[in-house]
C-alpha cells in the first residue's frame, strides 16, 4: 500500500528553521515526482514546491520562494522542505504530496494522487 | 497569476445531484483535478484530467471541463459526501488550488 508520513513538525520562533521530512513507500519513489502543499487551519490549500523524480527541476511558490528549498534522497525514499527565515504566515499543515502522470494522445498530464496526513508547522514567538 | 473562481458552498438535498463549479479563463484548455478533504483528513483525488475517477472513487462522480468553466457533480448524493472540494489546475510551473466549496447534504 501507498504510504506517505510527514515529519519534523513544531513551534518554532519568527526567524527560525525547521526541516520537514516525507518518508515514503509501497511505490518506486525513484520515479516520482513530488509536492508540498500546505493548509492553514479553517482555509484552503496552498501550493508550496514541487521536485523532479531525478531534483534537476525545482519550483516554488511566490510566498516560499527563497526562504524554503525542496530536496529529496532517492536512495532513502524521502523527501524534505528545508524552511528558513519562517513567518507566521507560514504557519500550517504541510502535507507531502505525489505526482502521477498520465498520456493522453502525444502529451502527458500530471496530477497529485497521494497525500499523508500532514505535519503541524507553527511559528510564534 | 492564473485564479480559480469556486462558490463557498453548495447545498444539496440527500439522493440529489450536486453540481460543484470552478471558473477560470479559458479552464476547457487545462487539466482540471479535484479533491474532497473531510474534516481532519487530508484531501483525496476524485476526478483528475477533467473527467477520470480513480479506481476507488465511485461512479456517482463525475467531471466536466469546457469554455470558462470545469464542474464536478455528484449523484445521488449521500451524507459521506459532505465535505470542502477543491480544483486545481497546473498553470506555468505553479499548481493552483481554488479556495474550495462546502458541500452541505440537507
Known amino acids: 500500500e501507498v504510504h506517505l508520513v510527514e515529519s519534523g513538525g513544531g513551534l518554532v520562533q519568527p526567524g527560525g528553521s525547521l526541516r520537514l521530512s516525507c518518508e515514503a513507500s509501497?511505490?518506486?519513489?525513484?520515479?516520482?515526482?513530488m509536492d508540498w502543499v500546505r493548509q492553514v487551519p479553517g482555509k484552503g490549500l496552498e501550493w508550496v514546491s514541487f521536485?523532479?523524480?531525478?531534483?534537476?527541476?525545482?519550483y516554488y511558490a511566490d510566498s516560499v520562494q527563497g526562504r524554503f528549498t525542496i530536496s529529496r534522497d532517492n536512495a532513502n525514499n524521502e523527501l524534505y522542505l528545508q524552511m528558513d527565515n519562517l513567518r507566521a504566515e507560514d504557519t500550517a499543515l504541510y502535507y507531502c504530496?505525489?505526482?502521477?502522470?498520465?498520456?493522453?494522445?502525444?502529451?502527458?498530464?500530471?496530477?497529485?494522487?497521494?497525500w499523508g496526513k500532514g505535519t503541524t508547522v507553527t511559528v510564534s514567538s | 497569476s492564473y485564479g480559480l473562481t469556486q462558490s463557498l458552498s453548495v447545498s444539496v438535498a440527500l439522493g440529489q445531484t450536486a453540481r460543484i463549479p470552478c471558473g477560470g479563463d479559458?479552464?476547457?484548455?487545462?487539466?482540471v483535478h479535484w479533491f474532497r478533504q473531510k474534516p481532519g483528513q487530508a484531501p483525496v483525488l476524485v476526478i483528475y484530467g477533467d473527467t477520470k475517477r480513480p479506481s476507488d472513487i465511485p461512479a456517482r462522480f463525475s467531471g466536466s471541463n469546457s469554455g470558462n468553466t470545469a464542474a464536478l457533480t455528484i449523484s445521488g448524493v449521500q451524507a459521506g459526501d459532505e465535505a470542502d472540494y477543491y480544483c486545481?489546475?497546473?498553470?506555468?510551473?505553479?499548481?493552483?488550488f481554488g479556495a474550495g466549496t462546502k458541500l452541505t447534504v440537507l
Open positions: 509501497g511505490f518506486t519513489f525513484t520515479n516520482s515526482a
Open positions: 521536485i523532479t523524480a531525478d531534483s534537476t527541476t525545482r
Open positions: 504530496v505525489r505526482e502521477t502522470g498520465q498520456q493522453v494522445d502525444s502529451y502527458f498530464f500530471y496530477y497529485m494522487d497521494v
Open positions: 486545481q489546475v497546473w498553470d506555468f510551473n505553479t499548481w493552483v
Open positions: 479559458s479552464i476547457g484548455g487545462r487539466n
